[in-house]
């Protein structure tokens, strides 16, 4: 299902990093960043909140508007009842809805906030994420501390927040079209390796949205999955080549390998993930591609693994989804 906007516009973002993505190779576009895991709290729970807190602070500056001038607040994260996005949020905007997107959370924030924009029933809509490493990994796998090993196929969740400013006022980016992802279960249950897990939903996706709009990889400077890191990526390219003879070779790029460099940054392993692995590429560097006019249109695919712990211990499946945002420069 493929949603066409006439009135939606990405006015600003704000994005706010931690240790290893400072130490990647986007670093100088992000708003803030931190040097350790802490953010200067007391956990690393209270870490992953502050920082959601650190990017509205950021952007009702850079938007030059005040907490009660923004609608909707749409947030997601990792933890437990998405419990950084209703601290982070907490006293900001006229409503809030939270969602659980896991990795596609971002993409997701982004559709239900142009759709409430188009529709008319709302002027605009902050749309924010946030993870960290350290609760992720807690939450979904093993506490860092008990050194557990992690295969080749392990991507790294990135640590901070971020956040766009959708809104019915003309900007340098318009959110042009959204094709709202469905929930594909290809037999996987390794929490290890997400990339495989999560293609199989970044391909039914892409080729759905090729189909309902009519178009393909020529009419997009950028096709940008997030996020399925090393192996994932590959799937991605191998099988819409070999089953729908769709060439992504020129310009498809994965998220976890942008916000990185897998050279330097051993720990990384097989790429990033997390929630705001993708959105602190898209409203970093990419939107800053996008306001120069060094890309006329970019497909942003989040993806997500839908799963519980507790149901991979009962022996049931991944499943996983994808969600396809176009944005165009102005």
Known sequence: MTF???NVYLEDTATVAGPYEKKGPLRNYFDKTYDDFYFGQDSFEKAEIK???????????????????????IGGDLLNQIAASTYGSYGIGKGFIGIYGACSSSALGMLLGANLIEGGFVKNAACVVSSHNLTSEKQFRYPVEYGAPRPNSATFTATGSACCFLSNEESDIKVECATLGRMIDYSQNDPNDMGRVMAPAAIDTLKRHFD?????????????????????????????KEEYQIDLEKNYDDCGLILYDLSSQKDIQAGGSGPVCSALVLYSYLCT??????????LFLATGALFSPILLYQKENIYSICHAISLEAV
């Not at 996008?290 to 890309?295: A, C, F, I, Q, V």
């Open 212 to 240: 309902e709009t009519g178009r393909n990889p020529s009419d997009y400077d950028l096709i940008v999955t997030g996020d399925l890191g090393i192996y994932g990526k590959e799937i991605v390219k191998d099988y819409m």
């Open 289 to 298: 591609l996008l306001e120069k006019k060094k890309l006329k249109r970019v």
């Open 4 to 6: 066409h906007y006439h």
């Open 51 to 73: 920082s959601m807190k650190d990017s509205f602070v950021l952007l009702m500056k850079k938007c030059g508007i005040k907490k009660e001038d923004i609608d909707v607040v």
